[in-house]
């Protein structure tokens, strides 16, 4: 089958890649209709994060070919949408909502790689979750959104304890923080302000629920987001950056007892423990526990209530894998999907 | 009136300091009857933290000598228990149950100090609180605990979402762990495992409610806490030591999903973004807002059926002080009592 290997850094190639099979008997090989490329794709392609000859991508969706002789929520022809860290769903973690966490958890990025023509899901079971039919073509870009990041900018806005009431900070305008723009409205925030000093994604993030935008960044950016809640700093912040600065500047906006969620950090961050201390705030992130999201996720989209798949701005053919990349390096792409 | 003064990083004084006076029409006079030195007096007294002739003490037990014209729920006579944060508690902060993050917060160490014979207390309704009446002699250590070291400890637990079913990892043997022990106890825990390797600490942590002892520090310590729990980690941890290792070790100890609840790091402490992100856990630290708890927790004092008391170890006369701080210093006592 063809699929993307990333070489080194910057350095991104569609080639043959062998045929995935069963190897555990709660395995499912999937046939994948659409791929994308992700933010986090682009850690590595810079060199901030290592790579050498890995197999890329790990959002997906697609068409159930093969089954282990275990597997039993899933059947060959089902349509399903994946979590982007495999999980059993039903260990203690996972049981708690943190699928993210299994202790059978593996993240598809940089081994399985889902930027190919197959994939082998492994605990089938716990990881993929059946659609309720063959989506419509124009679905597709909504339902892979909900593979990663729709679900982790939604549990970004779940983290930081967004609802009713509340002001919210979304700290980047990539295509995560632009998903918690639209989870923060489907949460019932009721003030969210976008910082971005995009044009287009400033627009995006309008149309997705944002009552204000703030361009200003670092402590420029914290001091107007006190100027816009009383002095108090947002209840809830979501940080979708991951930068040292960034982290700094969602800790900043958010108020004493407030919540911050953040779904994403490099590896450079180092988080000064006395500045985190006197901030007193609440905090939780990590791999979003995406499959806690995807039933409620996939409903919402089937149902045409959200519509999280205008966030790729450039479609390519998986063949073209390597502009594609080029493209979110370059910021001339907020999110690419891959067809095949 | 004589006072606590710290010259120097070790060099801690006991000499006539001038009177408090009221200030604002929101301020109280109180005579101080009972006081104490804190395991973050420590801090500046090993040069950790800035000190440069500054008074000392931040937890205070008394009777209200004097008030402003606007302070209403405190009067002449009144025995007090105060926060070791000024708070005015009708704030929106306050109101949320912030009070150390209160718009009118103001730490009582190294500015006010209460070391000392007398102190003034800006914002008296809103920090102090008033004893069902004059407390017998035998309860005045366990009110005085609750100014700080037993709302510290009481905030950690409760940061680490202590309750029934839950295994408690409680890291720190000082008076803040000793008592976030007794909290977790309180709050209903299944298992509160103690991290300590002094024999008296441990002794008291049993005292106190703890289940299980571990020695180990750092990286074994973490191994030892998956042990106790099926590989999974607590799911609730309390980091009452405030060093990089010993955060890195709270940290680690808590499975994916679980509560860690901090309450006190030194400036060194530089948190690796990246592993906070991947152990994918929530996290409350900060200054406690001991004024949220204090009404509950002399009710239980008052009613005897906690004794944090306890925790004091060597009780000295203020002139004493500088005895009292050596004590502490070289780990001869957990928590040294000053009677005026």
Redesign the interface.
Known sequence: MRGVVMYAPGDVRVEDREDPKIIEPTDAIIRITATCICGSDLWPYRGVEPVDHNPMGHEYIGIVEETGDDVKNVKVGDFVVGSFVISDNTC??CQ???Q????HAEFVSQTIGTQAERARIPHADGTLVVTPGQPDEDLVPALLAASDVLGTGWFAADAAQVGPGKTVAVVGDGAVGLMAVLAARELGAERIIAMSRHPERQKLARHYGATDIVEERGEDGVAKIKELT???GAHSVVEAV?T?ES?MQAVGAT???GHLG?V???????????E????????????A?VRRYLPDLIQLIWDRKIDPGKIFDLTLPLEQAAAGYRAMDERRATKVLLTL
């Open positions: 203690e973690i708690a909502g943190f993210s966490k299994c202790v009383g002095g108090l991951g040292q982290f108020r004493g007892g953040y994403g950090v490099n590896y450079d961050v180092k988080i000064p423990g006395i985190l201390f006197f901030a007193g705030i609440h905090t939780l992130g990590g791999p526990p």
